[in-house]
């Protein structure tokens, strides 16, 4: 969206947040003083941050030789994702080379009144913002306002044409029907479900275009769809993992065995076409 005030200036990051993949702190009244800069909130493990990621990735890759600068700020869904010890190779796995903030402590996420994952700022040159979304979409209508903003320093600049959509959920006006809401076996996103003698597995029913698991440790989850035969699908660190996705929205049985160490903390469902 479009903000409604054309002088809302960006707020500076604190200068106690550590930062991955940046020698040196960024500093945003130097980083908007050459160019606009994209700011990405996320947790490495919820399912819309992941969702969007391939699009901040090749805008960085488009428009970075153009002056934007990228940034991320992990401000954590869960709170296991917020530990050093899973975020960094977290951030890694994903492929993340940007600098991207640690805000385990929400310093930054309250500075910019984020409502979500993803929340999404751009910011001019000069230090204006341009462009927020919260949640995913409108992705075309971003990189529009990206190529505004460059275009606005250098009217010369030869700019490709938007990316086309990567999912049939992702085109500008696509109507899709709403997923089952999150799971969170474990009782609330701050507590993870982990098996017991007794209670080694989950079922549930769902509706949506995917269904996905957050989990860690070191063990295992067998998934089975509406009585198939069972997908094994190994836990070797924190991550979110793909258990089905379908081409529309739809209807299904689910039921998952966990064994080993592993701490499953949500169940998360993508939207899909009706």
Same mark, same amino acid.
């Given at each position: 969206?479009? *903000?409604?005030?054309?002088?809302?200036?960006?707020?500076?990051?604190?200068?106690?947040?550590?930062?991955?993949?940046?020698?040196?702190?960024?500093?945003? &009244?130097?980083?908007?003083?050459?160019?606009?800069?994209? !700011? /990405?909130?996320?947790?490495?493990?919820?399912?819309?941050?992941?969702?969007?990621?391939?699009?901040?990735?090749? =805008?960085?890759?488009?428009?970075?030789? /153009?002056?934007?600068? !990228?940034?991320?700020? /992990?401000?954590?869904?869960?709170?296991?994702?917020?530990?050093?010890?899973?975020?960094?190779?977290?951030?890694?796995?994903?492929?993340?080379? %940007?600098? !991207?903030?640690?805000?385990?402590?929400?310093?930054?996420? /309250?500075?910019?009144?984020?409502?979500? =994952?993803?929340?999404?700022?751009?910011? $001019?040159?000069?230090?204006?913002?341009?462009?927020?979304?919260?949640?995913?979409?409108?992705?075309?209508?971003?990189?529009? !306002?990206?190529?505004?903003?460059?275009? $606005?320093?250098?009217?010369?600049?030869?700019?490709?044409?938007?990316?086309?959509?990567?999912?049939?959920?992702?085109?500008?006006?696509?109507?899709?029907?709403?997923?089952?809401?999150?799971?969170?076996?474990?009782?609330?996103?701050?507590? @993870?479900?982990?098996?017991?003698?007794?209670?080694?597995?989950? #079922?549930?029913?769902?509706?949506?275009?995917?269904?996905?698991?957050?989990?860690?440790?070191?063990?295992?989850?067998? &998934?089975?769809?509406?009585? $198939?035969? *069972?997908?094994?699908?190994?836990?070797? #660190? @924190?991550?979110?993992?793909?258990?089905?996705?379908?081409?529309? %929205?739809? &209807? %299904?049985?689910?039921?998952?065995?966990?064994?080993?160490?592993?701490?499953? =903390?949500?169940?998360?469902?993508?939207?899909?076409?009706?």
């Amino acid at each position: 969206m479009r *903000p409604q005030r054309p002088d809302i200036a960006a707020p500076e990051f604190p200068g106690r947040i550590r930062w991955l993949n940046a020698p040196e702190p960024p500093v945003m &009244a130097e980083l908007t003083a050459t160019g606009p800069v994209l !700011v /990405h909130f996320l947790d490495f493990a919820q399912l819309n941050s992941v969702r969007a990621l391939p699009y901040i990735l090749e =805008w960085r890759r488009r428009y970075e030789p /153009h002056g934007l600068r !990228v940034l991320g700020i /992990h401000s954590p869904r869960f709170r296991f994702t917020g530990r050093r010890e899973a975020l960094d190779p977290g951030i890694a796995a994903l492929g993340i080379t %940007h600098p !991207v903030a640690d805000d385990s402590k929400y310093l930054i996420w /309250h500075d910019y009144g984020c409502k979500g =994952w993803p929340s999404l700022f751009l910011w $001019s040159r000069g230090g204006a913002l341009a462009w927020a979304h919260f949640g995913e979409g409108e992705y075309r209508a971003t990189e529009e !306002v990206i190529q505004e903003v460059l275009l $606005s320093d250098d009217v010369t600049l030869s700019l490709p044409e938007p990316m086309a959509p990567l999912r049939a959920t992702d085109g500008p006006g696509v109507l899709v029907a709403p997923p089952t809401q999150e799971v969170f076996p474990g009782g609330s996103p701050g507590d @993870a479900w982990t098996p017991t003698p007794g209670d080694e597995s989950i #079922e549930l029913e769902y509706e949506a275009g995917g269904c996905y698991v957050v989990a860690e440790g070191q063990g295992w989850l067998r &998934a089975q769809l509406d009585g $198939s035969e *069972p997908r094994d699908v190994p836990i070797t #660190e @924190a991550a979110l993992l793909p258990i089905a996705e379908h081409p529309r %929205h739809e &209807a %299904h049985k689910l039921r998952i065995t966990a064994g080993g160490d592993v701490r499953v =903390w949500a169940i998360s469902f993508a939207p899909g076409i009706p």
